[in-house]
Each structure stands twice: as structure tokens, then as C-alpha cells.
């Protein structure tokens, strides 16, 4: 009782990371690594070579989209878990404009590829979006399902009409150079050779400009609002359903970009692996974020960093990869679930001296942590 | 500080109680003496500690000093499960009943051992506690098909079927009309004549008078002092508040006959379960009026603040403000059009995780955002300002999550009342709040009033509506039924009106709209 708020979140964070230590570095002695060799690897040895540095940018850049996307969704009380189908559906707008658009200037192309891709899966975002601002149907379940329905479309484009009709493997043919994003060393001498591209670059100008929009224009407060109380939004004459439409488009068009960012950046063309879960990671990005943009930006470059890591200890300490997913998923847990006890204590405690404060019954239950409740659309 | 009642006939005594939340101290070394067979009144303001004593008692909460004992023997008690151990009961304000359980099923929960469920024996043991102590209570009655009166008695049947013999009541009128207030105090005077004793929590100083032997006054944690339960009103007033009168005084009607300024028109509207909660609604106020809307809740107020406020649909009819049309308008035409709406939920109202500054302006943020862009200096020196002038205890960066309940609706108010509002629509405006946030919120309507606001109110506090209001109008099941003036508004006449006895006898003045279908109700 004596103990201060400030006092408590820290003796939390310590026991978080004590957890971390002990379940990751559980996994390690497992595997058959010491865990401190293999922290250093999964962790500071990829940011001390300037290669590897680059590759952690280069990975966490789709993951940078995706939380992005993920994080705006949340915070407007709309849960998008439908980014990896959205970045799929930007990902075959990319290839299929890529396909058709040799000989022309990139300064057209790229432009064109990225509203082409934001587009797409802002399209792919609009079903799920439009039953839950009309008909109040549970966005989580139909933007889930629909993520292997686009998987599907991919599918049937690599098995039918975009076969690779050279190798017959299930690709699409290589995009027109100009259609390609142009490497950041060809533009910055200082970069040394890597596979960094325009994505990354683009994925950080959008998180600086999704942070100026929430933070400090009215647009941003609304879309605060709706996520904190929607019925003190609307009550205040915010248009709620209005509000979590455009998120939800919004938040389907940066998945797009995310899936033109792997296919003009990295693959040049479109396969079933354009993403290994990209659309998933950035939950876990967002959350682990805590669903603020400098959050985001930190926890996917955290996450970059691990996945190089755990690829070169492959070979460097014969540690499994998949152990590099037994670290991102514990981190994800208690760092979420650490932030969830935190902010359940200070709130009970916080409201037991209110015990007086209502007489009546209309006291909200605690915080609306978990989803808002759908309220019918107004006429 | 010892009662008239004698050391040795104490059924508890509470001792030294401290109870401490952060800096803030709910209870200073409290003591109380409560005497076998009394209803002993426990009288403060909110957040006096009254409650936070009691659940010490109950074992909802555990003290940080002090001690405890029931019929002469210290008990420690840790739980609910001590206290019922030790016969003590408590009704609390939010009732802890299982809507979709049978009455039966609702008293012996909590009390069966073993896999065995002998429902027939519990319905007599039902049956006979409600036969002993006179208590009417049905046992196969379904709880959430009970009104909030026979809710109340179930929770009294299932603390007395405990052989509790310390009862604490915590506001139990809060929620009851005058008629069942009596019934209430009728049961009580039975049971403490039978040895029972009551703590009876309250902030209604006639109600305390008239039920308690022995009268007890909290005030910021402390224990002011106990006084016998027939001690003067405005006596019990200054313990309470430490200061000799509260009060609000209202001016002569400012209206003039001519046009209302809100005029509702045959309005119906559905509740939230489907159900037409209003039935063909006329009223109409006027530039310098309070018209109050009587009604024990669940009766339509809320659904009409909602229509008047933009955040509930009509099926029919109009609501017009100086001309224009608002039915089914949506909120931000409401406010248009010169609507303050000052709710009865005012948690949900705002968003409490924002600071302060944000809810300040979150009815017009185009206006503190020049270019889509929020003017941060100028929501600030905004927030700044209302704070001051409406006496907020608050920094424009705090979350509203973090204030007081007065001060919460104080940042409603500012918000609403800023705006110079043509009309007011105002929910319980006082719920919940303490003696001195009340009086400020019934003066600042008062004063919109002088300046000319039209007011509609709605509350479920008699006094506060009889003292405010021009005008009266009584809501039961969706129709007005009544319709009194000025000096027609006691709360006698108010009580049956409310409780849906035939209206036509107390009518006067206006006509009484739409109440044939409500005149079928129980007669006296």
C-alpha cells in the first residue's frame, strides 16, 4: 500500500525480465547452447557488424508495416487481425503491376505500385469493416478467416495464369526493373552493400507520420477516443462507425504497402512464402509496442535484430531456428501480460477509496481492456 | 461516546479502526458502539467512510488497525464468510443476487454442503424465515423478474436466514419510492424489536431521523459524533458537513407565457431490449424554466434524456429546439442546435483514460484544431480556464479516470455549460455526489436558468427536483401521469404518482397526457 505506482511498475519490469531470462534461457540450455553465448548472439552480435545491421533494418521492415498497420486498427478499437491477408492482396497488386509495366519510368511505377497496393488491401479490409460498423458482426473472426482465403488467391494466380512459364514453378515472373525498389546504397554512400531498400525508409517516414496524426491533430484524437470509449465518443458527436471504417481501410492499405514493400524490395516476384506471417508478427509488434508508434518502431527492430540473430546461431552455436520463436513468444507474453497485471493493480487500487464514490449501479465495470462493445449504428 | 444503551448490551463495537488507501485515510481510528435491538444511523457525506466502516465489519475489507467485537467477544474477521460466522449480515448498494436464480435458490447460495441440493426443504426454510421475520417474499420467484424493492427484500431474507444479528444496510433507500421506504422502515422497526440490530447507512437526513434510535456522523474518516436519532435536522447537517446550513436558493419563475423554447411532441421511443420504453411524449420548456421529470428508475427517463440528447432513435413523434427539428438528428445536430446534454452515466460519458484538457473540448476539437492540427497551448489555457472557473480539483493532464466523482461531473459541467447551452438536458446530476459538489451543481443550473437556459431534469432525488424544478412531470412505464406546478409538488403526491397509482386524483393545473393506459396499476 505504501509501495509507490512507480515503485511497482519497476519490481513488474524486473520480474519480467527475470521470466524472460528464465524461460528463454530454459530453451537455450535445451538446445544444448549456454545461454549467455547464445543471448549475445541472438541479440548484440547482429548490431556490430555493419552487414548484419543492415539486414536487422531490412527485416524488421516489413514487420515495421505490419505492427504499424496492426497498431492504428487497435488503437481505434478495431481488432484487424486481417493484415497478413491485406498484405497479400498488396503483394499480388504489386507483382501483377509489375508484370505489365517494362520500359516505363519508375518515378511512375513505384507510386503507382504502392496506391495500387494500398488500394488492395484496403479493398481486402472493407467486407470485414463494413459488418462490423453496420451489422455489428465480430471483425477478429472475419478478418482472420479471410487471411487463408487471400492466401488462397495467391495460390490460384502462381498455379494458374501467373506460372512462371519458364521454370513452371509456382511464382510469377520477375517484375520489370523499373518496378523494383531501388537499394538504399545506391543512394547513400555511406550504406554499405545490403539488401536494404526504399521499404525500409518508406516504413519509417509512415511510422512518423502515423505518430503526428494520433498524437497531434484532431483526427488522431478521434480515432483515440473511439478506441478508449466509443460510447463517450459518440455521446461527445464523433462519428464512431465513420471513424473505425477509415481506420479499418487505413489500417488494410498499410498492410498493402507491406506487401509491395516484399515484393518490389525483396522477392521481385510473387510466391506463396511473399510472407511467413508478417501480417501475424505484427501483432505481436503491436502489442509488444504497447499499440504506440515509438513503440512499434522499437519493438520491430527488436524483433529484426532477434531474427538475424537466430539465423546466423544456426550455424555460429547450432541452436534451432525455432528458438528464435520461443524467445519472440515469450517476450510477447510477459511483456503483454506484465503490462496487463500493471495496469489491473493501479486500477483496482486506484478505484477501492471510489467505493463511495457511486451509490448507484451504473458504475462501468473496470477499464474496457478487451474489445468495445458494438453498438448499433446510428441512422 | 458510549450510547445510552450500556456498556453491557452492545451486540458490536468497533474500536480504533484505521484504514488507509495511499495518502488517503478513509478511517481515522473510528469507534462504534451499536446496542442490541437499535437501528443505529450511519450519517456523512460520500467518501465520509461510512461505507469503507462497514465493510470492515463485513470483511469486504480488512483494516489497518483497530479491533473488532461482536456480542461481547473479539472477533477477527477476515471475510464475509467470518462476519456471517460471527452474525453479522450486510445488504450492500449493488445487490449481489443471481438474476436468473429463483429466490430460493438465490438465499441458500453459498450456504449448501455437500453434493446434495434439497430444494424443497431450502424453499421451506425460505418460507418460514420469510414467515418469521414478516418479510414477503415469493420463493420461486425468478430475482430478475422482481422490482428493486422485492430484490432488496431477498437480500434482508437471505442475511436474517444467516441468524445474522447485526444487519448493515448500505443507502438501501437509494433506490426505493416512498412507499416502499415505508414499507422498508415498517420491517425494520419489526426486527429490531426482535433484538436485531441495524446499521443503517445514509446521507438522507429525514430518513435517518425518522428510523434511528442513535445517529452516528462520519466526516473525512473521523467519527464526528453520535447523537440521538430525534436531534434537529439542520443540527445533523452541521456534523455532516461542519458547517451550519447547505441549501440552494431558487428565484420566482422567469418565464412569460410565448413560445417554448423545447417542444416534445408524441415521442415514443424503444429501450435497449427492443420494448417501448416511451409512450407518445409531450412537453415543454421554456427560456428561464426547470421542468423535472419524476420517475423511479426504469420508467423512460433514461431513454428520454437519450432521444432528447441525439443518442437514441424515436419511433415517433417530434422534438423541436427554438423551431428546429432534433428527432433523430445524432448528436453533433443536437449540440448544433444549442443542446447541452449532461448524462446520467457520466463515466461512460467521457473517456476517462484521456486527460482532462481533452474531454474539455472533445464536443467541439474543430475548434481547438486550426488545419486539422491540435493547438496544444490553446486546449491547455482552455482547460486552465474551466478548471478555475468551475472549481475543478484537477491538472488539465490528468486522466479523468483519476478524479472524484463531483469532480467528474464538474468536468461534464464546464464542458456542457461553457458552450451557453439554449437547453439543458440533465440526468442525476447530483448521483452520487457529496453535499457540497450537489449544492454547487444545483446552483450552476439554477444560474443557467436565470440567464435563461431552458432546463429539463431529470432525477431521482425528490428534494433536489421539488427544489429546482418550475415545473413537474411524473414518468411511469414510458407515459406522463402527472403533471404538477409549482406549489402542487410534494413528495407525497410525487411518491404515488410515481409508484403508478391512478394519477386523475391529484391532477391539477395541465392535463394529464396519455395516462388512461396507466391508471390500472395497484390502488392504494
New interface residues.
Partial sequence: MAESRLGRAGMLALGAVVTILAVTGTAFIIAGANPLEAYHAYFVQPLTREFTLLEVLNKATPILFTGTAVAIAFRAGYWNIGVEGQLLMGAIAAAGIGQVVEGWSPLVVLPLMVLAGALAGAAWALVPALLRVRLGIDEVVTTLLLNPVALLVVQGLLHGPWKDPETGFPESPRIAAAAEFPQLSEFIPLIGRSRLHLGFVLAIVLIVVAWYVLARTATGLRVRAVGLSPHGARFAGIRVERTLLRVALISGAIAGVAGVSEVAGIQFRLTEGVSPGFGYTGVVVAMLGGLTMPGVLLAGLLLGDLSVGASSAVRSLQIPSQVGDVVQGTLLLVVVGAVAVYRWRTTREDDRPADEGEPDHDEPPDRPEGRAPVESPPA | MAGDGGRGDLAAELRGITK???D?V?NDAVDLDLARGEVHALLGE???????LM?VLYGLTRA?AGSIVVDGKPVSIGSPRDAIGAGVGMVT??FSLVQPMTVTENVILGRTTGARLDLATARRAVEAAADRFGIAVQPDAVVADLSVGEQQRVEIVKALARDCRVLIL??PT??LVPQEVEALFETLRRLVAGGLSVVFISHKLHEVRTISARVSVMRRGRMVGTAPGHTDERELARMMVGRPTFGVDRQEPLWHDGEARLQVRGLSARGNHGLAALHEIDLEVHAGEIVGVAGVSGNGQTELAEVL?G?R?ATAGSVTVDGVELA?R???EV?RAGVG?I???R????????PVS?NLI??H??D??PG???D?SAIEAHAEDLIESYRIKARPGDRV??L??GNIQKVLLARVLSRDPRVVIVS?PT??LDVGASEYVRTELLERRAEGAAILLMSEDLDELVGLSDRIVVLYEGRIVGRLGPDESDPERLGLLMAGRDGAAVSAGESIGASAGASGGTSP
Fill in positions: 488507509r488507501y495511499g488517503l478513509a460520500n467518501g465520509a467512510g461510512k461505507t469503507t465493510r489497518d448498494q449493488h448500505d443507502e437509494a433506490v440528447g443518442m432513435q433523430n445524432g448528436p453533433q449540440m446534454r448524462p446520467e452515466d463515466h461512460a460519458s467521457l473517456v476517462l483514460d484521456l481533452l472533445m464536443e476539437i474543430d481547438f484544431a486539422g492540427r491540435l496544444r479516470a483519476t472524484s466523482g442525476q448521483r452520487g
